[in-house]
């Protein structure tokens, strides 16, 4: 027995993410082991999880993923926590088909209770409906009670707790309305300035928490048999390379960073993983694959540009065949310059015969299955604003749909084998290596 439960919210910009980090960081000062998990493929939020209780968070994903792999995930990172907490994305019923891959589908795979949290700024006695309507909309989920936020006054909190007490869902507390309380820029990167901005905000999160919210009440509510990991989701460990056999190298640092916590998990099953910083101008590691994740390196490109050394041994190790993967920060990391930014154009380490740009900067986002020439599929997200200049200087190696099926721009990239491109892919359910076969 061990409290779980999901942090919900009726829609976004409703306060789950203040509240998750304040419960967060709150029960870590209790001395508790708590795992964070969260919906969706946000490779951000979890950064901020890891900050708030001092443990790498785990992204849970229907669409990237079936239910066993879930449920799997979900058990092996929470076996030795005290708590686990999974904070939603979205509305509670946002999906990327109605429901499908919401929050409460999550909530419904684990059956866990979920904890709604709803933005009370505008709004009294009619949350009545919401709390009720939500309750009562799928009775596969459970609503174990309310944290109201953005709260005004005590009239104002009377008027919810009636609200509460008459849709039939329990109160476990009030947030108050408190401006410079707003989530910080998740475009700032890792930097020491950064750092210290989330954790200000953080340690205020959970002096709000604690003063407001009744949180043993909440956790004796959400208290529930934790289910053990059986076995490994669907077989995967024997369709991989033998264990130990190789040397992965992954850049990981303020400009590399958009990491699924399993897919680091997978890699360490190949072999011994070794992490190494292209800012710092670490040199490349003997490797037998190298992994440039996605990150911030517009923020870093004048840095990054002066590691000549670096450059030149990861353009010859592209060039004399071996195996890269590069998603999207990492790709324009391998390309010959990015443009458009303060300074720039700054040069790249030329591998790709590319330009990237961040002039005219635009959000391209969502859901993605990438189907290989070698008819091999995987499954990602494509988050990025800047833009390829000449995407016509190289053909895409792969089609691209959204999650509803319909064809993408989006093109993946082959050189050799390195193998690049804007999407974001998930291979916990997925032997990576398939990329080359």
């Not at 990167?189 to 009440?217: K, P, Y």
Request: hydrophobic share 40%.
């Amino acid at each position: 027995m061990k409290p779980q439960l999901l942090i919900g919210a009726p829609a976004s910009g409703s306060g789950k993410t203040t509240f998750t980090m304040g419960l967060l960081r709150a029960l870590s000062r209790r001395g508790k082991k708590v795992q964070p998990y969260k919906c969706g493929p946000d490779y951000i939020d979890t950064k901020f999880h890891a900050h708030a209780s001092g443990r790498e968070s785990v992204n849970l994903d229907s669409w990237f993923s079936s239910k066993t792999h879930i449920r799997d995930l979900y058990a092996r990172y929470g076996a030795d926590a005290d708590a686990c907490i999974v904070e939603g994305a979205m509305g509670l019923f946002d999906g990327y088909d109605r429901s499908r891959g919401s929050a409460a589908g999550i909530a419904e795979i684990l059956d866990i209770p979920i904890v709604l949290v709803v933005g009370a700024k505008s709004t009294a006695y009619s949350v009545a409906a919401l709390l009720h309507g939500t309750k009562s909309f799928n009775p596969a989920i459970k609503i174990a009670g309310v944290v109201f936020n953005q709260v005004a006054s005590e009239r104002h909190k009377l008027l919810l707790s009636q609200a509460a007490e008459d849709a039939g869902v329990r109160c476990f507390g009030f947030m108050p309305r408190e401006d410079g309380l707003e989530v910080p820029s998740r475009h700032l990167g890792l930097t020491l300035a950064a750092e210290q901005q989330m954790e200000a905000w953080i340690e205020r999160a959970a002096q709000i928490v604690e003063h407001n919210v009744d949180i043993d009440a909440l956790l004796a509510a959400c208290s529930g048999e934790f289910k053990s990991p059986r076995h490994e989701p669907s077989g995967l460990q024997h369709n991989m390379a033998a264990k130990g056999a190789m040397r992965i190298a992954v850049a990981r640092d303020s400009a590399f960073n958009f990491i699924y916590r399993e897919n680091i998990a997978r890699l360490e099953q190949l072999g011994s993983v070794t992490f190494f910083s292209p800012l710092s101008g670490d040199e490349l590691p003997q490797t037998d694959l190298l992994y440039l994740p996605g990150g911030y390196p517009e923020l870093f490109a004048g840095q990054l540009a002066e590691r000549s050394k670096l450059k030149g041994q990861i353009k010859a190790y592209a060039d004399a065949g071996g195996r890269i993967l590069a998603e999207c920060g990492g790709m324009i990391y391998l390309t010959g310059a990015i443009n458009a930014i303060p300074g720039g154009p700054y040069s790249m380490c030329g591998v790709l015969p590319l330009e990237t740009t961040m002039e005219g900067a635009r959000l391209h986002l969502g859901y993605r299955s990438v189907r290989l020439q070698n008819g091999k599929e995987f499954r990602g997200h494509e988050f990025h604003y800047s833009s390829v200049i000449n995407p016509a200087a190289m053909p895409s190696v792969a089609q691209q749909y959204d999650a509803h099926g319909e064809q993408v721009a989006t093109p993946l990239y082959r050189y050799r084998n390195t193998i690049a491109g804007y999407t974001h892919l998930y291979w916990g359910e997925t032997d990576i290596m398939d990329l080359w076969k």
